[in-house]
């Protein structure tokens, strides 16, 4: 179905505001008492922390403070009349921070939870958030499918939620034993119980050493083939043992932390759908729209970096060459060469944000 983009994109921030302040809601949504005040200037960018002003009501259960919002809002400058497509709306942290800015967000995701739980956080922005369930790789149906053709910034979180880590029962984490599942779409794939009780010895070492780094992929890889010839995995924790039973560690971090990184990267093909968003970003951003990426490990880091720096050069040159020639795939330019990395302060309010990189290209 296409849903008419032009009646949403003039709603009126302004009257809807100001119908909340006449039911006394506004204050405690919008953080009058710190200072934000979203009627004064709509059409401005955001500047400043809005940290403070993120005060909707979140359930603890689904709690995710999100990451490096100061640096994603300056790179965005979310204002009224923009559109953003964020790719991995999670908990909606982001999002109500571009809302609040004025902008107009499409909220992608492939987990059913975390659509109904931001649907609900962000109900209070009517047709300013439009919810979207599907994967951020295939962003180009997701805008054809709304009757978009560009945004004017994509936002990709990559990696798991602090809800997903947290709940036992979606089998992310060896912290606490659930079935092992590891999905982000819970209705369709194969789990990693299903990978690691199907695939063969050499298929899973190969998964442990290219998503994990795990220098012992094969003797843990072994193991599970033994193991499951006795009885077949069906928790995080038969899994986390196992491991455990075949690697020491001595740096304090849990045997299984590699292993499970790999299996989550394998059922969810979180390398590869990377790979097809960052592909696709180049025809549905704007010119002048910005790319924002945040990663939190080195593969995925690693293809993010190649891609915007091949895609940032005007000019290829090789020393065979004559002279230089045009780059026909000179799409972006970076605002910053490095990765934008969180400041101490973040990382001690949360220590998730602790390995996060932010890397951004501005369509050009």
Not at 171 to 192: C, I, K, V, Y
Request: proline share 6%; hydrophobic share 40%.
């Amino acid at each position: 179905m296409i849903i008419p983009i032009e009646p949403w994109l003039e709603t009126s921030d302004q009257h809807r505001l100001l119908a909340l302040r006449e039911r006394g809601e506004w204050p405690q949504l919008y953080g009058e008492a710190a200072g934000w005040h979203p009627l004064a200037a709509p059409s401005q960018p955001v500047t400043g922390s809005l940290r403070q002003n993120l005060h909707h009501p979140i359930p603890m259960d689904f709690y995710h403070e999100p990451i490096m919002v100061d640096e994603i809002l300056k790179a965005m400058a979310p204002v009224s009349g923009k559109q953003i497509f964020d790719g991995t709306l999670g908990g909606g942290g982001h999002t109500e921070a571009f809302l609040q800015g004025g902008a107009h967000v499409i909220g992608c995701d492939q987990d059913q939870e975390a659509l109904d739980h931001a649907s609900r956080r962000l109900d209070v922005f009517d047709d300013q958030f439009l919810p979207v369930k599907g994967n951020f790789a295939q962003i180009t149906e997701h805008l054809s499918g709304l009757g978009v053709e560009k945004v004017d910034g994509i936002l990709l979180d990559i990696g798991v939620s602090s809800h997903q880590l947290d709940d036992a029962e979606r089998g992310f984490s060896f912290r606490a034993n659930g079935p092992l599942d590891m999905r982000m779409n819970q209705e369709d794939g194969e789990t990693a119980a299903d990978v690691v009780n199907m695939r063969s010895a050499e298929d899973l070492a190969d998964i442990f050493f290219h998503y994990g780094e795990e220098r012992k992929s094969r003797a843990v890889a072994a193991a599970i083939v033994r193991r499951r010839q006795e009885k077949p995995f069906e928790t995080t924790e038969e899994l986390s043992s196992l491991v455990g039973s075949v690697i020491r560690r001595k740096d304090g971090k849990n045997p299984a932390t590699r292993v499970f990184q790999a299996l989550r990267i394998e059922v969810n093909q979180e390398l590869k759908v990377l790979e097809a968003a960052l592909a696709a970003s180049v025809d549905a951003l704007e010119k002048g729209g910005v790319l924002a990426v945040i990663t939190f490990h080195s593969l995925e880091d690693r293809i993010v970096k190649r891609f915007l720096h091949e895609r940032s050069r005007a000019f290829l040159d090789r020393p065979e060459w004559p002279e230089p020639k045009e780059n026909p795939d000179y799409h972006f330019s970076l605002p910053h060469r490095k990765a934008i990395q969180p400041t101490a302060e973040e990382v001690a309010r949360n220590p998730r944000a602790r390995s996060a990189k932010l890397r951004v290209g501005v369509r050009v």
